[in-house]
């Protein structure tokens, strides 16, 4: 290596260790449930991109609170991939505001991505949430070749309890179907951190799925046929809120049963760094936006393509 390459080196080793200080001072203010609205405003000012465009608030119920964002490629590309993310917050808090800088990154990646907001606990319980998912899948069926993405290429995506709605969609068809889309109409799912191989035992978990006698309902590994579209499940090795053994044993079900599961775990990852990994990969934190959107193309290259584990 001669002087020049090892200054190029040195450099480059300097930005990722100034990049790497600058997440962990701004981490407590990024994305996710309660994060504080001021901060998090700064921190959108010094790392948000220039890729998207967005259209907000656009309703997709009649309730306050069935309100979406969508982001758009700002370069103008047409019939793109979308991306629909529910984020999470133990089915009682969060907002469709948290999530700009994930927006910002998969529009990097030529992705439409919409955020709905949904109702949530204590206002509702289990399933209105769930259907809330299905009627905003409905709308960008309906509405999002408008803005620039191709309703034939729609996946799901979602976060802790977000990812727990968006498996149920997954695993239990009539969700959609009673929203007016076919199951088909979804290529793919993806979990982030899911809570979905569990049993509730919190009490405010087992006060927001209703009654005991219903909560099999509320459990995506009771809903497994082996018909449901390719999902990806994603989950840290550090989650000590959401253990990745939910990941790994649901897609075990799934494939079992004849359906198409992968899994990726990713060791240095918590609960939270997850979604910060999809949201931040310039940190390079983790490879998940990049598995996320390998997964898309893969599977709209071929359903069955990406189903084994990794």
Not at 61 to 87: C, N
Request: glycine share 10%; with cysteine.
């Amino acid at each position: 290596m001669n002087q020049e390459q090892r200054l190029s080196c040195s450099h480059s080793n300097v930005m990722h260790l100034h990049r790497r200080l600058l997440l962990l001072a701004l981490l407590p203010f990024l994305v996710g449930p309660g994060a504080a609205c001021a901060p998090r405003h700064f921190a959108e000012s010094v790392l948000l991109g220039n890729h998207y465009e967005i259209v907000r608030d656009v309703p997709y119920g009649p309730d306050p609170q069935e309100r979406l964002d969508v982001y758009r490629p700002r370069r103008g590309a047409r019939s793109v991939p979308v991306i629909v993310f529910l984020y999470g917050g133990r089915w009682q808090s969060g907002s469709k505001e948290e999530y700009r800088l994930l927006g910002d990154a998969l529009t990097g990646e030529g992705v439409v991505a919409v955020v709905p907001d949904y109702r949530r606990y204590p206002k509702v319980r289990f399933p209105v949430w769930v259907k809330d998912a299905a009627r905003a899948v409905r709308w960008v069926r309906d509405s999002i070749g408008a803005f620039g993405g191709d309703p034939g290429r729609i996946f799901v995506m979602g976060h802790s309890s977000g990812a727990h709605t968006a498996t149920l969609l997954a695993l239990d068809s009539h969700y959609l179907r009673d929203a007016g889309v076919p199951p088909s109409a979804v290529k793919g799912f993806i979990s982030l951190a899911g809570p979905v191989a569990t049993t509730w035992t919190d009490p405010d978990v087992q006060a927001l799925m209703g009654p005991p006698n219903s909560w099999p309902l509320t459990y995506p590994m009771e809903q497994v046929d082996g018909s449901a579209p390719p999902l990806l499940l994603l989950h840290g090795g550090r989650d000590r809120l959401v253990s990745s053994d939910n990941s790994t044993r649901l897609a075990a079900r799934i494939r079992e049963r004849g359906g198409c599961a992968v899994v990726i775990l990713y060791r240095g990852l918590d609960h939270i760094g997850i979604v910060l990994a999809s949201a931040l990969p310039q940190f390079n934190l983790a490879p998940v936006l990049r598995d996320v959107v390998g997964f898309v193309h893969a599977t709209e290259a071929k359903p069955a393509s990406r189903c084994t584990s990794s």
